[in-house]
T-cell receptor, first 114, second 116 residues
């Protein structure tokens, strides 16, 4: 069973057309939920970390929210340069009291058309 | 620029060979993570080191090994390479995980490995 599921797999929007990307996760033992942006052939670029339900963070046209079982990445009035793959990842506490490495979803490939 | 440096950027090698990928974490970061990204599997966590010690293990094959040195740089060793090992290998680093505010994990630009 996947711990992180992202939807949709791909999304094509017109410039200025707002939308939301979804990330659902296995709840038990969550330490943090991360959003990254990845351009082709590049490393994931950190966007946000969310730790508790109700938390929200914003950066330019992006806003990330967290509920008890899912997270949303809202994109407001996107521009073509926002085109990228957006990755959601979760980090869980491990049995030793530390944290496991990030478990990534498969991502949402976002295309913003001018 | 995330501050995480990986070398080499590209590497082509034959099946059965061994390669070493190198990573320098961001200044002050004690944790180093290795990830593999292939088209069909997405980003897969391999292993984590914290201040020289192995901290967590993911889907790392027995043919693969890693270590973190006293200067905190890390190396990922891949041996008996197979065609299916062709992928983008990322290193990431973070500040001490006990500091919640510092638990941001930054990725390098990756090392492209092609096995022929």
């Amino acid at each position: 069973e996947d711990q992180v599921t992202q939807s949709p797999e791909a999304l094509r929007l017109q410039e200025g057309e707002s939308s939301s990307l979804n990330c659902s996760y296995t709840v038990s033992g969550l330490r943090g939920l991360f959003w990254y942006r990845q351009d082709p052939g590049k490393g994931p670029e950190f966007l946000f970390t969310l730790y508790s339900a109700g938390e929200e963070k914003e950066k330019e046209r992006l806003k990330a929210t967290l509920t008890k079982k899912e997270s949303f990445l809202h994109i407001t009035a996107p521009k073509p340069e926002d085109s990228a793959t957006y990755l959601c990842a979760v980090q869980y506490f491990n049995s030793g009291g530390g944290a496991d490495g990030l478990t990534f979803g498969k991502g949402t490939h976002l295309i913003i058309q001018p | 620029d995330s501050g995480v440096t990986q070398t080499p950027k590209h590497l082509i090698t034959a099946t059965g060979q061994r390669v070493t990928l190198r990573c320098s974490p961001r200044s002050g970061d004690l944790s180093v993570y290795w990830y593999q990204q292939s088209l069909d599997q997405g980003l897969q966590f391999l292993i984590q080191y914290y201040n020289g010690e192995e901290r967590a293990k993911g889907n790392i094959l027995e043919r693969f090994s890693a270590q973190q040195f006293p200067d905190l740089h890390s190396e990922l060793n891949l041996s008996s390479l197979e065609l299916g090992d062709s992928a983008l290998y990322f290193c990431a680093s973070s500040h001490p995980e006990s500091d919640r505010a510092g638990n941001t994990i930054y990725f390098g630009e990756g090392s492209w490995l092609t096995v022929v």
